[in-house]
């Protein structure tokens, strides 16, 4: 045997959350070995989220956790961390009412190259509320009928950012300055509405909420019923899971299976996250 000689990977424990995520214990960010590693992404193509509690950890560390997955998307709408523009701050303030992310989305399907996933570490939370929901986008699929399902693999669906983040949008009063560069909130993406997901393999509804304006070749109103209908079918309650922070929790979801949403229920307090987002690849068709 030679003087390198790999470490045992830890003895990590994966616990299921239901229809999306998983909670993983026994593991510290900061020391990962490769065998652990491997394990987190066996974890991550299958759950899609994954949740970890008691972890301390500088930017620094949060970054080097980040960049095991793949470079990292610097934001340009979000405020950075100061001296880390790698990593945006999500932050309500307690004369605060609105928050960011209130309504369920999926981080970056705007990009023509939507980003694999966001890391977000919890620095300040409050002493009730402030979760966070998750639905999967390959749930949902699933339980869609044979009839739609062949329909939907058909269609592609357009996503933009100006309504959320450019000059045209409306963001309340007290969100003013949160954002940055309206100026650069201009390209729209086309994608597939169902992708076929580069890890799992599954079948993964790729419309939401905050970002899918409409179907490719439909106008604005007829693109609304359907969409209207797959968004309540996504967010029942059987396709989602609810995290609760606690200083030094991190969850790490996948941008291409999942939606979430963060629970604006704790009026008064401050909530302050760090988020990091992770590049990802260019989404292919179900039927391709
Ligand atoms: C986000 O939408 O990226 C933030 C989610 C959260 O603050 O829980």
Redesign the pocket.
């Known amino acids: 045997m030679g003087i390198w000689t790999r470490r045992e990977a830890m003895n990590i424990t994966v616990t299921p959350q239901g229809a999306v995520g998983a909670e993983v214990s026994n593991v510290d960010l900061n020391d990962l070995d490769d065998g652990t590693l491997s394990e987190l992404r066996s974890a991550y193509a299958q759950y899609s989220v994954l949740f970890f509690h008691g972890q301390k950890l500088t930017p620094a560390a949060h970054i080097n956790f980040a960049e095991r997955w793949g470079a990292i998307n610097v934001n340009r709408f979000f405020t950075p961390v100061e001296n880390h523009p790698q990593i945006a701050e ?1 932050r309500k303030e307690p004369e605060q009412k609105f928050n ?2 209130g309504g369920w989305h999926t ?1 970056h399907s705007y990009d023509q190259i939507p980003a694999l996933g ?1 890391l ?1 570490y919890a620095k300040e939370v409050p002493l009730m509320g402030g979760d ?1 929901l998750f639905a999967s986008c390959a749930a949902a699929f699933d339980t869609l009928s044979e009839g739609i399902k062949d329909m939907l693999r058909s269609l592609r669906a357009v996503h933009s950012s100006r309504h959320v983040f450019g000059k045209v949008a409306a963001l309340p009063d007290d969100m003013a300055g949160l954002f940055a560069n309206a100026d650069q909130a201009t390209q729209d993406a086309e994608h597939p509405v169902v992708i076929r997901h580069p890890l799992s393999g599954r079948e993964v509804l790729y419309v939401n909420p905050g970002f899918t304006t409409h179907f490719v070749g439909w106008t604005v109103p007829e693109s609304e019923a359907l969409l209207a209908y797959l968004y309540q079918h996504i967010a029942r309650p059987e396709h989602t899971c609810r995290f609760h922070w606690q200083p030094g929790s991190l969850a790490f979801w996948d941008n291409r299976a999942t939606w ?1 949403l ?1 629970v604006n229920d704790y009026h008064g307090e401050r909530r302050l ?1 760090h ?1 990091i987002t992770v590049e990802g690849e260019p989404l292919t068709a179900a039927n391709a």
Request: net charge neutral; aromatic share 0%; charged share 20%.
């Open positions: 999500v960011i992310g981080d966001s977000l966070t979430h963060a996250m988020r």
